[in-house]
Nanobody, 126 residues
Framework: QVQLVESGGGLVQAGGSLRLSCAAS????????TAWFRQAPGKEREFVAA????????RYADSVKGRFTISKDNAKNTVYLQMNSLKPEDTAVYYC???????????????????WGQGTQVTVSS
């Protein structure tokens, strides 16, 4: 099993920045890719960004390209999501997810991910 714990959420003004962290524990060697999803109130959960185990492949939702950056520190078993130029529409609960089987291009479907964290709230005020 793999456990994922997100941190770094909070309240920020529009135009500001936040960095989310996703720390993995357990059988982390089984993780082939890690992604961030988000769910705004009253909306479906949506894909944000993903990164492969090696870090050599990344993928972003069009809505965050150029503003968000996903990265990882394998020594710490941690994946980060640097979020810049935040907008009120970025307000959501952000979830970290991990999959055991790498697909290229990286999957944007939540059904492909095997493990999920509890989420961290990000609120962007206008």
């Amino acid at each position: 099993q793999v456990q994922l714990v997100e941190s770094g959420g909070g309240l920020v003004q529009a135009g500001g920045s936040l960095r989310l962290s996703c720390a993995a524990s357990g059988r982390t060697f089984t993780i082939d890719a890690t992604a961030w999803f988000r769910q705004a109130p009253g909306k479906e959960r949506e894909f944000v960004a993903a990164i492969s185990r090696s870090g050599g492949s990344t993928r972003y939702a069009d809505s965050v390209k150029g503003r968000f950056t996903i990265s990882k520190d394998n020594a710490k078993n941690t994946v980060y999501l640097q979020m810049n130029s935040l907008k009120p529409e970025d307000t959501a609960v952000y979830y970290c997810a991990a999959e055991r089987t790498l697909t290229l291009p990286l999957s944007t479907s939540e059904g492909e991910y095997d493990y999920w964290g509890q989420g961290t709230q990000v609120t962007v005020s206008s």
